[in-house]
């Protein structure tokens, strides 16, 4: 009886030990960090009297991570039409149904078809045997995704122009744009129906045995990011703030040629040091994430806040604003980015925020969602929402899915 008390009390011990070591490590941090659910997140630390630090507190932003809980329903619903419209009689036979999904999943399948008969028909029996596929008024609605894709597509090349601008060497591995592919609205075979179609901007070529995508040609009127687009909507130009006094607000955001735009969580409450240290950092000046990096020493300050300037601009290249942060990791040697990634993103609240709901952890830009909803959606989204729609769920913003050729 004695061990069976003693075993969780030593293991809470070890525990106890490890989360001062790693709070031990964050105090060396300009900014006090915390450590909660493998993330780190700057917290306002109160003392006084002698009296001992109020317990730190982790921040969530209930509504992102409520955005991942949404998606996993429409996840489903999206996949099992792709599935059914890959079928060469627009139709699927309910015993290949574990073929296309796997054991596990089909379970969850099934439950979907039996709960939308308004998106999905079940048909057969007696002889024949039973097969699902869209209903008629899916099928209309299903008909507009090739006009989607059709409006997606200028956009889709700018996109990944834009990607190969931001690596050192304008090239990318191709299995790590395959990777992301369905984050930028990528069709599933953009290697025969998209690449050839513009020889004068892409070629793909072998390096070392891997197949890369690089860049024919350089777009000067590309290396623009959607950060200075903003600030040129806002009016807001290279020389604002220069030769007057601005100064930053309580809520962390700087009128600035160099600012981001920033949105802390609720119930963080900055103190005086810390916003005097972001004024500083939000002033600092930075290279465009669009010059080679190999030009700027990582130790330079300047050349910090320009990794945050790639990360926001990768995450602007995707159709949700939101990656894995196992995505973010394979561009690492072609982007130059620190080797502590996650505690580069977490370093920065109002710019990122990570949740580890779901199968992984994902990296949202915060600026881009109004609480649950994305702000500014392409055509593709837009298709999924309608489509979705025929549920009767009015959730917004369903993941991405593999797309059918």
Not at 116 to 123: D, E, I, L, Q
Not at 190 to 219: A, Q
Not at 340 to 367: D, M, Q
Not at 373 to 390: E, G, Q, T, Y
């Amino acid at each position: 009886m004695h061990w069976r008390t003693t075993v969780p009390r030593f293991h809470q011990l070890l525990k106890t030990s490890h989360l001062c070591k790693t709070e031990a490590y964050a105090s060396s941090s300009p900014i006090p960090c915390q450590r909660l659910a493998s993330m780190w997140v700057p917290v306002k630390h109160k003392s006084g009297g002698g009296s001992r630090p109020k317990k730190k507190v982790y921040h969530r932003v209930h509504e992102l991570d409520k955005v991942m809980d949404l998606q996993k329903k429409p996840v489903l619903i999206l996949q099992l039409k792709s599935i059914i419209q890959s079928q060469k009689h627009q139709s699927l036979l309910l015993r290949d149904l574990e073929k296309e999904v796997g054991f596990v999943q089909k379970w969850n399948f099934m439950a979907v078809i039996e709960k939308y008969p308004s998106v999905f028909y079940v048909g057969g029996g007696n002889r024949t045997p039973p097969f699902v596929t869209l209903t008629e008024k899916a099928e209309k609605v299903a008909a507009e995704e090739a006009s989607a894709k059709d409006l997606m597509e200028p956009n889709l090349v700018k996109n990944l122009k834009k990607l190969l601008m931001l690596s050192v060497d304008c090239r990318v591995p191709l299995e790590n744009i395959e990777f992301i592919e369905s984050e930028l609205g990528l069709p599933n075979d953009f290697k025969k129906s998209l690449i050839p179609k513009y020889p004068e901007f892409f070629s793909v070529k072998d390096v070392s045995g891997r197949d890369y995508l690089h860049l024919e040609n350089w777009d000067s009127s590309l290396a623009v990011t959607a950060r200075e687009e903003h600030l040129v909507g806002e009016g807001i130009s290279a020389a604002f703030g220069f030769g007057k006094k601005v100064r930053i607000s309580k809520d962390g955001n700087f009128q600035g040629p160099h600012a981001f735009r920033v949105n802390f969580p609720a119930g963080f409450r900055p103190n005086t040091s810390y916003l005097e240290q972001l004024e500083r950092w939000q002033k600092t000046e930075f290279p465009s994430p669009y010059l080679n990096a190999r030009r700027f020493d990582i130790a330079d300050p300047k050349a910090r806040k320009r990794v945050v300037a790639v990360l926001h601009e990768l995450l602007s290249l995707t159709m949700q604003k939101r990656m894995t942060s196992a995505q973010l990791e394979a561009f690492h040697s072609q982007y130059f980015l620190p080797s502590k990634l996650v505690l580069c993103l977490i370093k920065h609240p109002g710019i990122f925020y990570i949740t580890n709901k779901g199968a992984r952890s994902t990296v949202f830009l915060k600026e881009a969602y109004d609480g649950l909803n994305l702000m500014s959606k392409c055509p593709l989204l837009s298709f999924h929402d309608k489509f979705v729609a025929l549920s009767g769920r009015r959730e917004t913003n369903p993941c991405n899915v593999m797309h059918s050729s």
